[in-house]
């Protein structure tokens, strides 16, 4: 039997099947996108970086490109509170009052991203500050009063705020980042007292909300249909839904068949978004490219909830969350946006391509301008860049006598514009979002305001450039080889520049954490800062952390006097070690570990020091004017834990003056302790962000007459490095700069490189072994300054890591692993060894039963019969807890501590077994 459709050709029940499936599928991506879009956010949270419903994702630092939402703003400090009320009931999102010290901008959401409400001066407490009450869905018991009541017809959802800044120097990203962190997010149920609210750091972690138009598209569908009740107005969605094999309490899955006609779908409803993006919005001034990305429709629906009972647009709202996450419920009170995918002769914008856009004097903003770049193929930012978006906040932004800002977008910076160049991809297409924080009067989402505001894109300098391919080629004089007349010297910097950035990474990477951990006061200044507890999954300052050793950290400043490290003789034979190490992250002396107990004065000095040493102490010279100390005393379980703390109270570390005056009896104060080292100025091009950095800690951490003994230190005085002056940018010359962003670049890949192929991976095992003494191989000291940073000698430990299991696949919660050791095959150390577990962000992963990692000393070990050890490795409680280490319920890994491992580990006769999956 067949179908005879009108006056068409005859179309079989098969056919009428697959194309009502193809139809249907379609239609469910451009409906269903927006709480996909949200679906994907959430997801990457919880996924990438380990964050849990109920909890606060946020950026320590302004965003790059690892944050891979869709047309994210890089410019802002953003925390994306995620609630839902299944469970919990009422959830209160405190907001604190705008002022001097901050103000939040931003929107709460439903999961389908319906904005319940705006925040903040532009928002429903008008600055004020607030306690929003979200309601879950039919919500009737009474609430008490004080809060602003929103109702949201889903359960999950989350809120986009922003922290506004006042510049993007160090400080006021940091009072920015301060000031979001005063944001709370409780249930109701506990609002007499508040719990602490989690924060979970973004910052370094690629998290995702790229849209797959593939079949994993309806697999996030499918668990929003799951999770979520239907909304009155989309319940005409059921049985479409129903017939692609989505169901509310049911699985999802698509025979083969199904899965292809899914996909088919999901790729041409992506052709559909990428036409009406291009054509669906009209220009916002006439003449001009750039267009409002929402229509008014759309806008009045946003509005009204979607509540109007003739009016529900689907179609603009998919096309909107094709490229574009979260709603405002008053567009152009708080912020205003304009996009734009093509120049002004209407060509799309090419990444190899040079544009220039000029930003007219006088904007229309009360706090700042934002022009940003993202890929044309994803709608996040573009991959690998440097940066990413110039705004009126920009450190060096050069500016016209008249106040107009010429920002340039191409592959290149072009001479003399590095300030203000966004980088692009030269094998791509991109678009442009302008931003306006604080829009003024001119701003409207009435077509033909803000018409002083913007100009089109335009392709640079028809007679300066041309096109050549996918490259600009600027017709300069030119040499006999016909490159630029500068091209020798900026290919001279960057070779150099290259070095200097091997060479520098330790002491860049040095300031940070001396930095980062003094202002944490989870290190201290001329002293230990001691924990007296093991570690456990709520300590999130150092990664990679052991819960088998009490620990201190002290930073020592070398630069006016030594420093003092009393070692005591303890009454039993406890393993410790003090680790000491300068900023070129070499270890120059251990004090215990594997040569036992050493008691005993030490005297750590700088190494331009030439006083005298007091008798009874043993020198130990720092090649760098500040070296690290870490502490690290040995604790054979929690019974132990008492005899280990006061063992650890021995350790003292202390300026010398001090320990003269005052012997063991002084006390620092904890302002001196913990006050932050001069930091280094932001004053430089982004570009050279890094060897700005670089000049600072030089000068602090090296005598000045290292740039005459030491050659290739002298060598970068060419590019204005030097330890005496620290980095004169503003005196290099155009090419020379060029070249030295080019070397930022290079010198991350070589690094990269560098760490992938340190040591050997064996039985999915990674060893290294150049912990601490890299010598001269600068890539590989580079490397390990990078991703180990103090990382102690070979002969000390080893810290073999692994993630896949024996065939090599990831190693993942969902499963049940065996480390399976044979008879007289458990790791050869003279001391002990330990195997801990870490989530992807190299931190302890909590569970129930408060074990985080599992070795030779825990106790109640258990051995086979046949003198064999078996760790289990798995998510869920086994009957026999003796043996077994907690796993998360996703991906993981382990990393295996040799402390004092035998020869046989060193010279690689002995290596650990791999991690098997079971059945």
Sequence with gaps: M???????????????????????????????????????????MVRDAKGAVNQILYWSRLADWKNQFLTPNPDTIYFMPFFSTKGTGPMVLEIPPAGDDGSITGTIMDSWQVALEDVGPAGLDAGKGGKYLILPPGYKEPVPVGFLL??????????????????????????????????????????????????????????????????????????????????????????????????????????????????????????LFDLRYETTYEPHNEGKRWFLPADKTLMDSVQTGFTKADVYPTDGRGTLFYFAYSMVKHLGAGQFYLFVSRDSDGNPLDGGSTYRLRVPPDPPVRQYWSAVLYDFATHALIRDMPCASRSSQSPGLQTHPDGSVDVYFSPKAPEGKVSNWIPTDANGRFEALFRFYGPGSRCSTRPGCCRTSKRSIESVGRTQFHRSGKIMKQTTTATKTGKPADWATEEAAYTLGVQAYLWGVPFVEYGKTSVGGVKARAVALNSFHKYPALKTAKDRFIVTPNNVTIDGYGVCDLRDEPA???????????????????????IFHNIGGIKGQQPGVYLVTGPDFSGAIPGEMTQLRSRTRWAAAGLRVFVNGDADLPAAVEAQKGFQLMPLSAYLKQGLAFRPQESSIYALPQLPSADAPEGLRFFEQLGHWMKSWLPATTGNSDTLVNSFQKIGLSTSRGFEWAELGEPVKRGLARAVSSGEQIVDAAWASTGETTNGWKYTFSGGRAGHDLALRAALARYEL?????????????????????????????????????????????????????????????????????DGLKQAADGSLSIVIQSAKPDDTSNWLPAPAGPFNVTMRLYGPRTSVLDGSYRLPPIMKQA
Excluded at 10 to 37: F, Y
Excluded at 219 to 231: D, G, N, T, Y
Excluded at 805 to 830: C, E, I, M, R, T
Aim: charge should be negative; glycine fraction near 8%.
């Design 150 to 271: 929103l109702a949201s017809a889903t359960f999950q959802g989350y809120a986009l705020l922003r922290s506004i800044l006042k510049s993007r120097t160090d400080e006021d990203v940091a009072k920015a980042v301060a000031y979001g962190k005063r944001i709370r997010l409780y249930p109701l149920s506990a609002a007499s007292r508040p719990p602490e609210t989690a924060l979970i750091d973004a910052i370094d972690v690629v998290v995702s909300g790229v849209i797959p138009y593939d079949t994993r598209f309806f697999e996030s569908l499918h668990r929003m249909v799951q999770a979520e009740p239907w909304i009155e107005r989309d319940r005409a969605m059921i049985d479409p839904l129903r017939s692609l094999g989505i169901e509310q309490g049911k699985p999802f899955k698509p025979d083969a068949a199904t899965t292809g006609l899914l996909e088919s779908a999901a790729q041409e409803a992506l052709a």
């Design 564 to 586: 003092v490290i009393f070692v005591p003789r303890l009454a039993d034979d406890r393993w410790y070690i003090v680790q000491l190490g300068d900023h070129y992250d070499e």
């Design 2 to 44: 067949s179908v005879q459709p009108g006056a068409g050709s005859p179309i079989g029940p098969a056919e009428l099947k697959h194309r009502t499936i193809h139809r249907r599928a379609m239609e469910a991506v451009i409906w269903g996108i927006p709480a996909v879009n949200y679906d994907l956010m959430f997801q990457s």
């Design 790 to 858: 103090g990382a102690q000698l070979s002969d000390q430990v080893i810290y073999p890591n692994c993630a896949v299991d024996a065939h090599g696949a990831p190693l993942d919660g969902a499963n049940s692993y065996v480390l399976h050791f044979g008879k007289g095959q458990q790791p050869p150390v003279s001391v002990f060894w330990n195997l801990a577990m870490y989530g992807a962000d190299m931190l302890f992963v909590e569970n129930e039963f408060g074990r985080c990692s599992i070795g030779s000393t825990t």
